[in-house]
């Protein structure tokens, strides 16, 4: 077992978690050397002579063998971390939009510097699902990944279903907890869990995929009017990540989607996140965890400062058997569409109508639509037209 | 990557999927040299030519790299096993009664003729548990391990509370449903849960436990009184087992328990199981899955066998780091026990008692008793007296 120099970039809550478990545990060898931070003057637990503000002391210590990137700025972040491996420096990384923009080039620069680079903690916090996508679920009889991949919007849809609070009620109190990220439209509108997607589509599949390939849509529009008819059908409303392989075509979205109450999905509240899996062999197979916060994510990063220790490294399996291709172009998606005016939305964009009803102040479709269809009609950027999908399964 | 040469001793569900599944994916590279059975006049769906009953015709073939065991016989199935690694073959195995068994020796033969051995199907078929302890969880953040480990059980126990069958006529649609083991004993009076129990203790905790130091009682006892006790509380009964380290002191045991029908344990259905992990870190992380039945288990000696393509091994970190020990001793619980006749049960075994109920037919004390009093209390050896966990958190 290998004894590991670590580095960290930013000591926010996730940095000032992992100080205090790293000194508690006996069962991982690491000592933190530096901890680069941009704000000196600010007040912190620890001695000062830990910091640092400057990024070569970490980056350029030929000592330190382990860099841990914890900081907020994705485009800052990367420059960290391919610096990092240029160096020969192992990685470890949350950073979910920086990972999801710059897979294809994080890829290369393990191989062309042999330096690994681990990011459990950037998809699903606690729930160790790219490890499993990696190590167990590594032959090819995988079929589905999908799940509740957000814990802010789940807190929110959760306190609107459970205790009947108000969209923006339920939203700052998802700020105020410490969940919804800094800037909230990338909770809101889906961004967030699209780029777990997009790692996921990676270790499940084998499939680069950059983030404007998969549709995204948010829970911001979920009015009075869906939360009804919602709970008419017996359901709640969750935003649910999907991607799917079917033959040599692997295919993804992100989208609200009507679960039964009764569903396993209803029952994953606030901000727990859950992840399905299903295989030919295996069947569905359930991971439930906390999906936001500091503790969560730092027990992911952990785990992966853990992994160093024994040389583990990320091996791309699929990537290397798979030949598979990334495209929605022939799904088909049954939908709930609801809207305000005559004309707001386009019927003939659907390959079939199951219903429709028009009220004074409401109207609503529910069809079969094909999802680049979708992703192409003009009526979805009207915020008074709102999508759900309508439930696929349990 | 390796390619592998399999024998297989067994040709029942599991090695019949597993052999399909093998001819199916392109991910896995291994071949089906020979497979040994026992009784060769039976009609079988593959050509005759792959079978042996001569087990030294796989054990002691040196092109064999990878034994396969899947067998009923626990004593039969160690020879086979312990010959293998002996001969440096690798082993996969789901045999959880005698793996629960011969845990040390296993380990050391694994040590001594650097022979890997692995078992994932052993511990609640389907769900990577043993896999997620030993590469996930490898720190000593752990601080418990618990969940539904028998999908028979809970099968019953399913059908007991959500479509009021009586016990006899649950067991026996277990029985059809292919789902009971052979005897139905070790499901029903929880030695199947403890034996993977010990597994897990040893793979979580780091220490051997041999089933005999651990307590586990079924539900063979549960009548229609306790039944309605549990729906008078809110609650449904499940089969769980239970392990927990506190300081350099581990302890387990597994016994039925009342759990709130608004739980994540009541959610668990039928065949499926459950494993709730906690650590000081990621909190509750919960994993459901399918936990009896041949494409569960087939999955994950799919997975074990994918696994040694790349020359994977347990390696055992916990009991390697630990100098833990295993101890009920100062273990307390909160128990409901019926019973019908005063002085049926002795009061005075309990440290306190929170309720006590007697009618003309039934009794029961809820209080706080001593584990190892309540394992040797003569009173519980009375098959009128039945004890069901007073929940201890969801």
């Known amino acids: 077992m290998k004894n590991l120099t670590i580095g960290i970039f930013g000591f926010g809550c996730v940095g000032q978690g992992l100080w205090k478990v790293l000194h508690e545990t006996r ?23 830990h910091f640092t503000t400057d990024p070569a002391a970490i980056l350029e210590d030929p000592e330190i063998d382990v860099v841990v990137e914890l900081i907020d700025d994705a485009e800052a972040a990367f420059e960290i971390v391919s610096r990092a491996l240029r160096n020969g420096k192992a990685v470890v990384s949350a950073n ?43 032959n090819d009889l995988l079929t589905s990944v999908e799940g509740i991949f957000n814990g802010t919007t789940n807190f929110i849809l959760t306190k609107i279903f459970e205790e009947n609070l108000d969209f923006p009620t339920a939203l700052r109190l998802a700020q105020t907890s410490g969940f919804a990220e800094s800037d909230p439209s990338l909770d809101i509108e889906a961004y967030d869990p699209k780029y777990k997607l997009c790692i996921l589509l990676l270790h499940a599949f084998g499939v680069f995929v950059h983030p404007e390939q998969v549709f995204n849509f948010g829970i911001g529009r979920i009015n ?22 079917s033959g040599d075509r692997v295919s993804g979205y992100c989208l609200p989607r009507f679960v039964p109450k009764s569903s396993r999905y209803a029952g994953i509240k606030n901000e727990y996140n859950a992840v399905d899996l299903e295989s030919a062999f295996a069947e569905s197979q359930f991971f439930i965890g906390k999906g936001a916060g500091d503790r969560p994510t730092g027990s992911a990063v952990l785990s992966d400062i853990s992994a160093l220790t024994y040389h583990y490294k990320y091996e791309y399996k699929k990537y290397a058997q798979n030949g598979a291709t990334f495209s929605n172009e022939p799904t088909t998606i049954d939908l709930y569409v609801r809207f305000g005016r ?51 399964r349990d």
Chains 1, 2 share one sequence.
Do not use: T
């Not at 079969?368 to 759900?388: G, M, R, S, T, Y």
């Open 27 to 49: 069962g991982i060898h690491a000592d933190i050397k530096k901890i680069c931070i941009k704000h000196p003057e600010k007040q912190r637990p620890i001695d000062p002579g």
């Open 342 to 392: 005559e004309n707001q939305v386009n019927p003939g964009d659907f390959l079939e109508i199951y219903e429709q009803y028009s009220a004074r102040n409401a109207r609503y479709i529910v069809g079969k639509i094909a999802l680049d269809k979708l992703q192409a009609a003009v009526w979805l950027n009207d915020p008074e037209v709102n999508i759900v999908q309508w439930g696929q």
């Open 96 to 138: 979910k939009k920086m990972i999801a923009y710059r897979l294809p080039e994080l890829y290369n620069l393990q191989h062309q510097y042999d330096a690994p680079f681990l990011y459990e903690g950037s998809c699903c916090a606690s729930i160790p699902i790219i490890r499993n996508l990696e190590e167990y679920y590594d």
């Open 224 to 245: 009075d009017f869906d939360i009804r008819f919602a709970r008419s059908q017996g359901c709640e409303i969750k935003l649910i990540a999907h991607c799917y392989k």
